[in-house]
């Protein structure tokens, strides 16, 4: 499929989501959010290992979501638009395989919540990051109150999201929503480099950890561990369990197939 508002690019096993809506510094309109839901329903995880989400141009991740658009709607389509936006969202943040965020500028609003339904954020110098949707008069919308508090703990998250404020990329590190921050000129090529070291490494092994770690959020302590312990049983009905054990064994380098 085309779209009009995503690039893909393909890089052997690792795809390259990029958001590109320059004019609006890729703000999030209902027609974007359905894009991305479309891409990502229809990724093939047996031929992407890795996926990279980032921002087209210099200055922005992606802004937020698209006021012109929310002006004019009332709470029925409110409700609707941000359930556009956090299916798509969802759908991403359950993918079985590594999503990395490359934070390469603002990502505000529906930018930040973008970054935080992938796995692992790693950000420009440059990126700014907030949930200013208080001081438009609403909450935000794609699930960020509940992935910020998640991810920051709840005091940094409401001190977020209720006074708007942004915070710079160093801050943004310090508090723990992204994993590093680099120059603009090497943020891609960090990503690519992350994406690589993933990929040398079991696929169902990898699916079977995120599920653990994305479902034990919302999991009593026994319930978590007993996730646990079928996951890793199952890794041992894998050929790549095999693989990976045997290469130890015999002082090689495992060659995996995801199977």
Known sequence: MEYGFLKIEQLDQITVMKVSAPKSLNALNSTVLKEIDHFVSNLDTTQT?????TGDGEKAFVAGA??????HLYEKEGYEFSKIGAVAFR????????????????ALGGGCELAMACD??????????GQPEVGLGITPGFSGTYRLAKLVGQGYAKEMIFTG???????????????AVYEPEELMDKAI?????????APLAIKY???CINESYDLIAEDAIELENTNFGKCFATEDQKEGMAAFLEKREAVFRGK
Do not use: W, Y
């Not at 290992?49 to 989400?53: A, C, N």
């Not at 692992?120 to 990051?129: C, G, Q, T, V």
């Not at 404020?165 to 994993?179: C, F, P, S, T």
């Open 91 to 106: 759908k991403l943040e359950t993918l079985p395989i590594p999503v990395i965020a490359a934070v390469n500028g603002f």
């Open 165 to 179: 404020k942004a915070i710079r990329a160093d801050e943004a590190l310090r508090i723990g929503l992204v994993n």
């Open 66 to 71: 698209d006021i012109s658009e929310m002006a």
């Open 49 to 53: 290992r890795v996926l990279i989400v």
């Open 120 to 129: 692992i954020r790693i950000a420009s110098n440059k990126a700014k990051f």
């Open 193 to 201: 480099e992350m994406a690589q070291k993933m990929i040398k490494n």
């Open 209 to 211: 950890a995120k599920q």
